[in-house]
T-cell receptor
Framework: NAGVTQTPKFQVLKTGQSMTLQCAQD?????MYWYRQDPGMGLRLIYY???????DKGEVPNGYNVSRLNKREFSLRLESAAPSQTSVYFC????????FGQGTRLTVV | RKEVEQDPGPFNVPEGATVAFNCTYS??????FFWYRQDCRKEPKLLMS???SGNEDGRFTAQLNRASQYISLLIRDSKLSDSATYLC?????????FGTGTSLTVIP
């Protein structure tokens, strides 16, 4: 039972490069979320998807796009990475509680 | 104003001590409340949900005061393994809001 699987675990990008963070859950949850975590800021919501086919902006959506590919998968894309996007990214799926992926440590240089 | 506010600490306590964390939330329409634990460089994991009647799980007790809009977590007989960051989480509709976390270090 894998829960939430998030890839990659680490990534270094140059400013202006693009990348997609992948997330998949095997718990049949409707709701999936992308957060970023920065020191002193806590977890901040980037985007969420309440159900397959829907996505909504969270607190800090600028510079990101998402795709809810199907019920299992919810990806996060950085089209043109900036140093301000250096962070730890967590994907989560929620039902009565949240289950998190292991995180992606992204550095933009 | 932040949706959820926590004292960031750090709290440094000796083994066996009792320690309490508080958290306040701003939205009176908040529906569900949780405490999560996060170890260094790991993902958050559910410690316990918080109910209006209060709930206890071993050495951990969580309380919710809706009138004052605060949530508390009490840890009794602290263990070294309790060292972590404790996150207060509040659900409003489809959105979940996290506090910045309270850091706890239990000292031998």
């Amino acid at each position: 039972n894998a829960g939430v699987t998030q890839t990659p675990k680490f990534q270094v990008l140059k400013t202006g490069q693009s990348m997609t963070l992948q997330c998949a859950q095997d718990m049949n949850h409707n709701s999936m979320y992308w957060y970023r975590q920065d020191p002193g800021m806590g977890l901040r919501l980037i985007y969420y998807s309440a159900s397959e086919g829907t996505t909504d902006k969270g607190e800090v959506p600028n510079g990101y796009n998402v795709s809810r590919l199907n019920k299992r998968e919810f990806s996060l894309r950085l089209e043109s990475a900036a140093p301000s996007q250096t962070s730890v990214y967590f994907c989560a799926s929620w039902y009565t509680e949240a289950f998190f992926g292991q995180g992606t440590r992204l550095t933009v240089v | 104003r932040k949706e959820v506010e926590q004292d960031p600490g750090p709290f440094n306590v000796p083994e066996g001590a009792t320690v309490a964390f508080n958290c306040t939330y701003s939205n009176s329409a908040s529906q569900s409340f949780f405490w999560y634990r996060q170890d260094c460089r790991k993902e958050p994991k559910l410690l316990m949900s918080v109910y209006s009647s209060g709930n206890e799980d071993g050495r951990f007790t969580a309380q919710l005061n809706r009138a004052s809009q605060y949530i508390s977590l009490l840890i009794r007989d602290s263990k070294l393994s309790d060292s972590a960051t404790y996150l207060c989480v509040v659900r409003v509709g489809n959105q979940f809001y996290f506090g910045t976390g309270t850091s706890l270090t239990v000292i031998p």
